[in-house]
């Protein structure tokens, strides 16, 4: 099993410029989250899911969309980038609403 | 207060000491506890949960205080392959998706 696998790994972006990263998990998780990680903060939660179809707003969603359309993938959307939203994204899923398993994250720079 | 807080440390320790690190939490209706370990440049993993009669996994013992609202962690015979930021992780209360994270501890431990 791959686990929770993100893509891409690294991007640069320029301000303004969309970009959708990808998280995939291979172990039939109903639950699926995308979080934010910057230096002197906590992981903060962008976006999540309960299950196929389902989306809901975490802590900080505003700038984000997300997509549920397979139970295994779960995107998050830039739809105009800024340079606010420069972070690691790290997402995560799991089978209860408390575990987490954490892809290795991406790391987004916009300049 | 914040939600959850803990002291970052770093904690510089010889080898084979032992370390404590502790975090408070804001919110009396907590219900669930966790130690997650994040290594440099790496995702955050789950390391232990935390019960409410204090538990042990080999050389880390995890404790709750739920009326002083503090979890602790005890890491004995500390190896080098023991640092790395330790995630104090608590989840608000049923029916909540949603953790929250403190910012972290970061122990090296030394030769």
């Known amino acids: 099993n791959a686990g929770v696998t993100q893509t891409p790994k690294f991007r640069v972006l320029k301000t303004g410029q969309s970009m959708t990263l990808l998280c995939a998990q291979d172990m039939n998780h109903e639950y699926m989250y995308w979080y934010r990680q910057d230096p002197g903060m906590g992981l903060r939660l962008i976006h999540y899911?309960?299950?196929?179809?389902?989306?809901a707003k975490g802590e900080v969603p505003d700038g984000y969309n997300v997509s549920r359309l397979k139970k295994q993938n779960f995107l998050l959307g830039l739809e105009s980038a800024a340079p606010s939203q420069t972070s690691v994204y790290f997402c995560a899923s799991s089978p209860t609403d408390f575990m987490r398993y954490f892809g290795p994250g991406t790391r987004l720079t916009v300049t | 207060r914040k939600e959850v807080e803990q002291d970052p440390g770093p904690f510089n320790v010889p080898e084979g000491a032992t370390v404590a690190f502790n975090c408070t939490y804001s919110?009396?209706?907590?219900?669930?506890f966790f130690w997650y370990r994040q290594d440099c440049r790496k995702e955050p993993k789950l390391l232990m949960s935390?019960?409410?009669s204090g538990n042990e996994d080999g050389r880390f013992t995890a404790q709750l205080n739920r009326a002083s609202q503090y979890i602790s962690l005890l890491i004995r015979d500390s190896k080098l392959s023991d640092s790395a930021t330790y995630l104090c992780v608590v989840k608000p209360g049923a029916g909540s998706y949603q953790l929250t994270f403190g910012k972290g501890t970061k122990l090296s431990v030394i030769p």
């Open positions: 935390v019960y409410s």
């Open positions: 899911s309960v299950g196929e179809g389902t989306t």
């Open positions: 919110n009396s209706a907590s219900q669930s």
